[in-house]
DNA sequence: ATCCGGGCGGGACAAATGTCATGGCCGACC
DNA sequence: GGTCGGCCATGACATTTGTCCCGCCCGGAT
């Protein structure tokens, strides 16, 4: 005989986020909820598979930039893993380009950290039904930005380049000849309509392209 | 006759923090404890001392990346407009540098938002008491890590090449020589032990030096 | 009175960065 | 088979960046 003394089904949550004092306040305020059960709380992105394995949640709670892996990469091993779970993106930066690949990775629903915790326990159940929740301008912004025009390379070496690396550290690290990553660098700032790698590189975060 | 029920004075407590869902959560969490109340939430830096001379709270819970003013300014500022009010710093990054700048404006506490929620609650009580709260672990890295050895100007620039300027964006912005503004970057780079501004302004920031 | 240290600027030079043209290699697509 | 695009690489070149000189003006400390 279960245990549970509520009548209805309640929903089971995973949270994934890496800065505790918000998680915990998260899985505090949903646990209070009467139809949600937070059964899981992670902080590293490559604890979200596993914990979801264990735990067969109905909805996973996910921030997108995690330590170990990405919370958008996340989703779309749920989606394979546990197709059951239905997933909502938790983050701070509406960026375009995570809300696309967001949806590309399967998501059902793409919050910003902005906005009232009232908009939380809301979502969950609206995901849960079949809804998908996505803030309509932020849809129109990554609609109209249109999708990412660089290749897997400048990505990389964008991304190498980040913290101050040399052309030669740059290099090292991806097993690349100096002049091919002037080259990429080159045109990413080209592509991105900057004037140097860091405006490239701050064009190519902004929209979410990293 | 006071509408408040409790006998026990309860703790007014002024919550900064931009990010809106956080900033709601522990709104909530806060409220919940028998002996504290949140008097007064704002978003933003430029808002909190007004909000404090209207509320008198307490305790000011700041948060240090807020836009229109940082909550150390904000915390220097109410230590001479609102001298009752014990300021109790909350942020993302424990760097050396913002604890120093944080105990020299005054704050009676320093909290990251790692570690659980409970902590809050307890650090609140504290610092009325009349405590100071500081990580030890913490406190013993912004000892050892001596102050901060750029001049002013050295952080200006520093500041202004944030996102990819070039020298000559820098100069305009500055109204300096592009040879100034060179050297003031070179010396920069000296002095944080790095090779380039990328390098140097990222060491800056994580020394908490901006 | 002298000696710092900081703010400000100039000039010269080496190194790093960004641009461009060119070419080979591959796989996908028509 | 031909074409196109991405990946990788060279070499030459202009620009930017970083370094090291030098100098001037100030205010505060000795």
Not at 30 to 43: H, K, S
Not at 98 to 115: I, N, S, T
Not at 192 to 200: D, Q, V, Y
């Amino acid at each position: 005989m279960p245990r549970d003394h509520r009548r209805a089904k309640s929903i089971r949550v995973l949270l994934a986020e890496d800065q505790g004092m918000l998680r915990g306040a998260l899985a505090l305020l949903l646990g209070m909820e009467a139809d949600i059960e937070v059964v899981a709380q992670v902080g590293a992105g490559d604890a979200i598979v596993d914990a979801a394995l264990t735990h067969r949640p109905d909805v996973a709670l996910l921030d997108i930039e995690l330590p170990g892996m990405s919370g958008l990469d996340a989703a779309a091993e749920l989606r394979t893993q546990v197709p059951d779970c239905r997933v909502l993106i938790l983050t701070t930066f509406g960026r375009p380009g995570y809300l696309r690949r967001a949806m590309e990775a399967g998501a059902a629903g793409f919050l910003v950290k902005d906005g009232p915790v009232e908009d939380l326990a809301a979502a969950i159940r609206r995901v849960l039904s079949g809804e998908t929740v996505v803030d309509p301008a932020l849809a129109a912004a990554a609609l109209s930005a249109g999708p990412n025009p660089l290749t897997a390379r400048e990505c990389d070496v964008l991304k190498a380049s980040a913290g101050g690396a040399t052309v030669a550290d740059i290099a090292a690290g991806l097993h690349l000849s100096e002049s091919t990553v002037r080259n990429y660098l080159s045109s990413a700032i080209g592509k991105t309509g900057t004037r140097n790698r860091m405006e490239a590189m701050r064009e190519a975060r902004q929209q979410g392209w990293l």
